[in-house]
């Protein structure tokens, strides 16, 4: 019976011509324990469109391309996630996270060009133990990857990169981070002798950054398009390490210049090994790829990003955030007042989203799609500011919402003028119209 169903699930999706499209997030629902290199065996399919997974859990590339994963995962209490990134049995990138005696987030995004027949998976670090948080209702250990450019699709020239941090660096006095390994660079856009992502073709970009601090120091990164101040990330920790990241989604002109910089004026340490990539950078033009090419919105693409210049504290009225800085809403499908994203186009679509809490203050944020739960963020610091991060894939019909919802509880979320650290973004990956949909198997 479930073979068969599936079975009918991909039949639908050639017989529309989307097998190019491919699209998962999965979660965890329950706590994992992993021991002696365990791979994560995520327990629910929250989105697969087209993804398909080895028996021992692994992403297993069909359509040959460059994609884009993000996988996050929170710590039980007073445990700690050490998780690596791997291509084939080729390591790639990191995550790390412990808190004493709280929970502790973690996440990264790596964009990578793959071909048919090689695997993606996220497994514990060797000989080392992890204690990651799973529940129903409670998903912040995830693993999404979706399709951005296939080789069949004929994008003539795609853009897209990841650079990651491989040694220990300090950031006296706003300096760029000089990232030192390039994961990916389709088109050429990084520049490895500055830092900086230089833009080789106007356009709409996602962008993403995450860093882990060297222990017990300050991780405090900013995200410039030239000089002109986006958003941040926050981490410190004392006797640990800290993690952080955020996104964006920036129309962008061509010799433009994006960089992510330490703070002015503080005392920055990131932390990076050869075999231990937790700094990674970013970026993969959306231009073009997510227009429809017919109906009402055709040529259109549909893409938005908005974040929080100021406190939130949890409503009594409303529960969701408001956020009340607009970037970008191409399609205009975002709402400003409420916070709620409205599909005009039915398709693929991938979000994400960042929060940090108030100095010892909690931030626990949870993703909607119309009125069903997807997943989760949370952080918490006993003494500083703790945040967390989470993405996902949607299969979205026209009219659907997503939104971001402060959990029922004390979250007090922190924001200020040239200090964003909490984000909502997303853009239509595939316009798509399913009649059976392949969503929530
Ligand atoms: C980076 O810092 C760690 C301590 O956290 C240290 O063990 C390591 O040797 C340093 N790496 C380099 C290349 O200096
Ligand atoms: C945006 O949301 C507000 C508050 O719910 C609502 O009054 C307004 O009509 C919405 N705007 C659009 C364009 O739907």
Redesign the pocket.
Known sequence: MMFALCFAAIIAVVQSGESDVVAFTKGLVAHAHLTQGDIVTYNKDITNINAVFTSDGKFQVQVPGIYSFHFYSLSRSDSEIWLEFRKNEDYVASIYAYTASDWADAGNTIVMELQAGDTIFVKAVEDYDNSLYGAAGEIYTTFTGELMFSEASGVANPIAFSAGLT??ISLPSGTNVMYDKIITNAGNGFDITTGDFVVPQDGTYMIHYNSLS??GMEMWLELYLNDQYINSAYGQAPHTWADAGNSAILDMKSGDRLRVRGRKGENIVL?G?PDEIYCIFSGVMLTAKNAPAAGANAGQIQAFAAGLTKNQNNGVTTTKVTWDKVFTDHGDNFNQTNGVFTAKVSGVYVFNYHGMGQQDEEVWLELYHNYIYVNSLYGHATHGWAGGSNSAALYLAQGDTVYVDMKDHSTKMFGDADQIYCTFSGYLLAPMVKGSPVVGR
């Open positions: 040694k220990n060297e222990l932390y090994q």
